[in-house]
């Protein structure tokens, strides 16, 4: 009974489906968070019996038969965000495509649109961190602000300056330069907020002035989930499940109707 098997990958697939939604939903209120969907894909088709046509005459068409349903990709979907006011000197928010760029103790790099940034304080050396800790990344490298910081300010463009205790002229620290990607949609989430690149996203590169977008300090940009829009995938995909649930019924009523003919 193919029934039996087509109607489960179909369950199976609206499963992983609403896991999927399930977890948009978690991160509604998640800085920088991107939603994903899954892409499904129809399986083998079993031949019954194949056109036939011969001088104009028979069957134009085949008699086949498919074996159900399989998901192939989770794809993210790099639409801005929403950008919400903090007034907060450290929080930055990417109006664009690019990504900040952060680093590790261990000098990996990974790629953010999360600008909630922090100082850490070192021999009362400033550093801008993430809240895990990675180091923010500019042209000179980790972006260390030095001792005695009264105030920072971020132009659009990424130019960091600083003003510090007891003085009145600012002080250029760096430039944060954002990074960009061929194919976005490849990035490796890895948690955090963080992506690492993969050879499916290309290698990163430095976006040219206004390419991967402006800078805006004091806002952060908020998860693009629309609730309203995964609520309603979740209850196409609570029907779809049910469906192929009532399809499995089906086949063993079936079954069972054969099971018990007589003579």
Request: proline fraction near 2%; glycine fraction near 10%.
């Amino acid at each position: 009974m193919r029934a039996l098997w087509t109607a489960a990958s179909g369950m199976k697939a609206q499963q992983l489906n609403v896991d999927t939604i399930s977890n948009n939903l978690a991160n509604v209120n998640t800085v920088g968070f991107k939603k994903q969907r899954v892409e499904f894909q129809d399986l083998l088709y079993e031949q019954l019996s194949s056109k036939n046509i011969q001088d104009g005459e028979g069957r134009p068409v085949n008699l086949e038969i498919g074996h159900g349903v399989m998901p192939i990709a989770t794809l993210r979907s790099f639409t801005k965000g929403n950008l919400e006011q903090t007034n907060s000197p450290l929080d930055l928010a990417i109006d664009g495509n690019g990504f900040f760029t952060v680093r590790d103790e261990n000098d990996n790099l990974f790629y953010t649109r999360d600008g909630s940034f922090k100082l850490s304080v070192e021999d009362n050396e400033a550093r801008v961190v993430t809240s895990e800790g990675y180091f923010v990344q500019c042209d000179a490298g980790d972006i260390e602000l030095g001792e005695d910081v009264k105030d920072i300010s971020i132009s659009p463009n990424g130019l960091i300056t600083v003003k510090r205790e007891g003085e009145d002229e600012w002080e250029e620290i760096g430039q944060i330069n954002l990074a960009k990607f061929a194919n976005p949609s490849g990035l490796e989430a890895i948690g955090g907020n963080l992506y690492k690149q993969t050879n499916a996203s290309g290698e990163a590169v430095e976006a040219e002035e206004g390419e991967g977008g402006n800078i805006k300090q004091g806002f952060l940009e908020t998860s693009n989930v629309q609730v309203v829009e995964e609520m309603v995938k979740l209850i196409t995909a609570q029907r779809a499940y049910e469906i192929n649930s009532k399809s499995i019924q089906t086949a063993d009523q079936m079954l069972e109707q054969a099971n018990n003919l007589r003579r």
